[in-house]
T-cell receptor, first 112, second 111 residues
Framework: DSGVTQTPKHLITATGQRVTLRCSPR?????VYWYQQSLDQGLQFLIQ???????AKGNILERFSAQQFPDLHSELNLSSLELGDSALYFC???????????FGEGSRLTVL | GESVGLHLPTLSVQEGDNSIINCAYS??????FIWYKQESGKGPQFIID?????DKRQGQRVTVLLNKTVKHLSLQIAATQPGDSAVYFC??????????FGTGTRLQVFP
């Protein structure tokens, strides 16, 4: 158990819909990262937050957005969903000054 | 558990043999590298890391080698066991915190 909690574990929805994925980092970790893992892309970095502020951005689509709340949990919002958005979405957290990321179990999104 | 189902390079080894998994990284300015293991249906788990001022680092049954000249990283697993079967990713730290992952290698261990 990494200490990072993600909900929901599985989500099935239709094209055009909007979903929210939730992540609770390890206790004390200020940084939260979101990654997308699909069949032909491996682990793609989406975005990182540190103590509520956006710190780094990767290949995140404009239809996707994220935020980190004062209690340090984070949400990834995916809107106008397309079939190609079907993937595993991982959240990870890290302690300040370390490079090691601790990953959650992921949220599997299926868009039909 | 569910399989990620990635079309990955696959390394098949016999139980008890040593495994070597290779990775080429892209950014010559990267100063920190990590190997992760991802079992079916789970998130990636940290295995071992190495900083760019080192060429080699050893853990329990695992060794990471770093060749900065050719931007190459390898993970050696000694006496490979069935529980080592997983997808292995290398990752490089770019900038302050962002970790960029390689495409991964699937390790299959057969008896």
């Amino acid at each position: 158990d990494s200490g990072v909690t993600q909900t929901p574990k599985h989500l099935i929805t239709a094209t055009g819909q909007r979903v929210t994925l939730r992540c609770s980092p390890r206790s004390g970790d200020l940084s939260v990262y979101w990654y997308q893992q699909s069949l032909d892309q491996g682990l793609q970095f989406l975005i990182q937050y540190y103590n509520g502020e956006e710190r780094a951005k990767g290949n995140i689509l404009e239809r996707f957005s994220a935020q980190q709340f004062p209690d340090l949990h984070s949400e990834l919002n995916l809107s106008s969903l397309e079939l190609g958005d079907s993937a595993l979405y991982f959240c990870a957290s890290s302690a300040e000054g370390t490079g090691e990321l601790f990953f959650g179990e992921g949220s599997r999104l299926t868009v039909l | 558990g569910e399989s990620v189902g990635l079309h990955l390079p696959t390394l098949s080894v016999q139980e008890g043999d040593n495994s070597i998994i290779n990775c080429a990284y892209s950014n010559s300015a990267s100063d920190y590298f990590i190997w992760y293991k991802q079992e079916s249906g789970k998130g990636p788990q940290f295995i071992i890391d190495i900083r760019s001022n080192m060429d080699k680092r050893q853990g329990q049954r695992v060794t990471v080698l770093l060749n900065k000249t050719v931007k190459h990283l390898s993970l050696q697993i000694a006496a490979t066991q069935p529980g080592d079967s997983a997808v292995y990713f290398c990752a490089e730290k770019v900038g302050t915190d962002k970790l960029i992952f390689g495409t991964g290698t699937r390790l299959q261990v057969f008896p």
